[in-house]
């Protein structure tokens, strides 16, 4: 595969997982309400996403890259992940938060590794948001996310989920 055909990837990975953050934080808020416990860090944490994700929908525009032919899914898919890792409580919504986060930190830093360069401004968005994305990640954390219940078990779960969607995004 080219650098192009690898980079044009990597973008609609990496969109798919912003759209997909937006819904599962969607999802959380729509069951916690905006008064709930950790409420003001998730509406944070989403609006960074919302703005992650406009910069990769801006890119993906100027380049020509499809999106995911699995959005329909990942919308779906996330708003519900967030309504019933809410539903379950606090703790586990930040648990899903942190089990998400340390997934996408590997995945960008595994991306960061493979551009070395060679797209820099694929990689320049990927580094910015990486600092966000391990912020959320200690900030989920900080809120008692491995508190949750069953959290070894919901974690790698989720954990998973991420990776499966990570692999059928980049190539459908």
């Not at 959005?71 to 890792?85: H, N």
Request: glycine share 10%.
């Amino acid at each position: 595969m080219t650098r192009a055909g690898r980079s044009a990837e990597m973008l609609r990975v990496d969109q798919a997982g912003e759209y997909g953050a937006t819904r599962i934080y969607a999802g959380q808020l729509a069951v916690m309400g905006s008064r709930a416990r950790d409420a003001v860090e998730i509406g944070t944490m989403a609006d960074q996403e919302a703005a992650h994700l406009a910069r990769f929908n801006a890119l993906l525009a100027a380049r020509r890259v499809r999106p995911t032919a699995l959005q329909p899914l990942w919308q779906v898919a996330g708003y519900a992940l967030g309504a019933v890792s809410a539903l379950i409580g606090p703790q586990a919504a930040m648990a899903c938060t942190a089990a998400i986060e340390e997934e996408i930190d590997r995945h960008y830093t595994a991306q960061l590794g493979e551009l070395d360069g060679s797209d820099p401004e694929l990689s320049g968005l990927i580094g910015e948001f990486l600092v966000d994305e391990r912020a959320h990640r200690e900030t989920a954390l900080a809120a008692g996310a491995e508190q949750a219940p069953f959290y070894p078990l919901f974690s790698g779960a989720i954990r998973l989920g991420c990776r499966i969607a990570i692999r059928l995004s980049e190539k459908l």
